[in-house]
């Protein structure tokens, strides 16, 4: 018989909360999803399985995310035959490489325990390639950063794979993070994530702008960069500004013109004040998050010659992003801005095959001037008053388009009702009649009649429809709704194929 053991760490809020579970393996080692990844390794002891599951996130939900809307979270998975459990030592048969692996995936202060089981796991802590420290204001700060400095300078690792350090300060107090990080960068670190939350911003060192291995750059909120020349991080591959404090416009400019291989940035701003252009000018740039939740007025300037992914979130005023230079974006997702910002850039967004667009205003455009010659999946969300003019814009505009997602919100459907009415277009749109395979729509009300003319117009024009889904995920008005899609069965489509499907 064998048995299964999980052990799960997760910090939480600043509460760390540790499950275990062992049960028989056969019950519940079964079809696994085609998300997760498994890597096995057979020992003695039986077979111990380094379980990740990739979980999908919006952007900046979780400040520590890096890469767009992807969370990894990892699990340290024990099978072992039950003549094994007698035996409660089996762990140190493993070798060293698979022991450092699990120890990676708990906090470092906990790791550091083992070392007093004997001389081998006191080695195996000072290889250990990715640390984790956070100081809460409960604890004896000096002693922390002694602790932490000391743990630093002894760590005989050729390679500090990551560094993530959290500190919570109270007022008055202080602590020179630079000489830990200094000592990191000394280690060959090559991801650093820095989260401090104090009063006073903590102004991130200058003297560490030059280091030649870092490729992932972490900063959280409290942050200040005061960059007056350009750095030179000729490793850096990504990095993540969350919240952080800017002295001035070439701070920015300073900072990314140092990063000659950066390919993925996220910016996250609440407050700027000081800021007027935040210019991203970064030809190595692959992937951008963009998101703007502040009353403070900066002009954003994107100019990416290779950028292939794109999110823009939040940006509200007239003139608040101006986009130069995107040749090459495949994929772009346009998140309550105003309609003015994108008339003002949909010219640049040319070139995406997927496009997923929420526009917090209606759109007083009657006709775009560019074509979207390779956009083949478009999403719109519907909850905007007029809606539908983005959505017949988009279709004029689409002529090779094959999948069309709508999601309605049914919370905010009520405000559509003092605006102006749906009218069908006088000319149907190319991709209607050559291209469009498929129809998502997601809380269709099929009490509104704006709604329902719009759905039996795609229906009744859409020639080459395989599929049409229509989901509902509230239970209110289920008589209305019930009707709703009684009338969408009785449309006579113009495609004899098509499949209505109803969730």
């Known amino acids: 018989m064998f048995f299964l053991g999980i052990e799960i760490s997760v910090k939480r809020f600043g509460e760390r909360v540790r499950f275990k579970y062992r049960t028989d393996v056969f019950n519940h080692i079964q079809g696994r999803q085609q998300r997760e990844r498994l ?31 992807k969370l990894v979270i990892p699990f340290v998975v024990w099978i072992f035959p039950s003549s094994c459990l007698r035996n409660r030592d089996r762990i140190s048969e493993l070798p060293d490489a698979l022991l450092l692996q699990i120890l990676s995936f708990v906090p470092t202060k906990d790791a550091v325990a083992t070392s007093v089981l004997s001389k081998r796991w006191r080695y195996l802590c000072k290889m250990m390639p990715r640390l984790r420290f956070w100081y809460e204001r409960t604890d004896d700060l000096e002693r922390f950063s002694d602790n932490v400095c000391r743990f630093l300078l002894s760590h005989q690792a050729p390679v500090l794979q990551s560094l993530h350090l959290e500190v919570n300060f109270e007022r008055g107090s202080t602590m020179d993070i630079g000489v830990l990080l200094g000592v990191a960068f000394g280690l060959h670190v090559r991801e650093l994530e820095l989260q401090v939350y104090s009063w006073e911003p903590y ?24 960059v007056s020349f350009p750095v030179c991080l000729k490793a850096l591959r990504t990095l993540s500004l969350f919240d952080v404090s800017y002295k001035d416009d070439g701070s920015v400019v300073n900072l990314l013109s140092g990063c000659s291989v950066l390919e993925n940035l996220e910016v996250m701003m609440f407050s700027h004040p ?8 970064v030809p190595s740039l692959q992937n951008l998050t963009l998101i703007s939740d502040s009353e403070d007025f900066t002009v954003f300037v994107i100019n990416a010659p290779h950028l292939k ?19 090459e974006v495949v994929e772009a997702h346009i998140t309550d801005v105003s309609s003015v910002v994108y008339e003002n850039i949909h010219g640049s967004l040319t070139s995406v095959k997927r496009l997923s667009l929420k526009i917090a205003s209606p759109l007083k455009l009657t006709k775009f001037n560019r074509i ?7 999403e719109i969300h519907t909850y905007e008053p007029e809606w539908w003019n983005l959505l017949m814009l988009m279709l004029d505009s689409s002529p090779n388009l094959q999948v069309l997602k709508l999601i309605s919100e ?13 009218s069908q277009p006088k000319y149907v749109a190319e991709c209607l009649v050559n291209r469009l395979e498929t129809l998502v729509w997601e809380n269709y009300e099929g009490g509104i009649e704006d709604d329902r003319e719009v759905a039996q117009y795609m229906l009744s024009n859409a020639s080459r429809l395989e599929t049409a889904t229509f989901s509902r995920t509230d239970i209110l008005h289920t008589e209305k709704r019930l009707e709703g899609l009684k009338e969408l069965e009785s449309v006579v489509k113009a495609s004899n194929s098509c499949q209505l499907v109803f969730t």
């Open 410 to 422: 049914w919370f905010r459907i009520l405000d559509r009702l003092t605006y102006k009415r749906w």
């Open 203 to 226: 102004r991130f060192p200058t003297s560490l702008y030059k280091c030649r291995t870092l490729e992932t750059l972490k900063l959280g909120s409290r942050v200040l960069l005061d």
């Open 39 to 69: 890597t096995n390794k057979q020992t003695k002891s039986g077979i111990i399985i380094i379980l990740t599951v990739s979980v999908s996130v919006s952007a900046f939900e979780n400040p520590n995310v890096g890469g767009p809307n």
């Open 372 to 378: 979207f010659n390779q956009l083949v999946c478009l």
């Open 274 to 281: 000081h800021l007027g252009t935040f210019t991203i000018h």
């Open 309 to 327: 992914y794109l999110n823009l979130k939040g940006l509200i005023d007239e003139d608040s992003c101006l986009i130069e230079n995107t040749p």
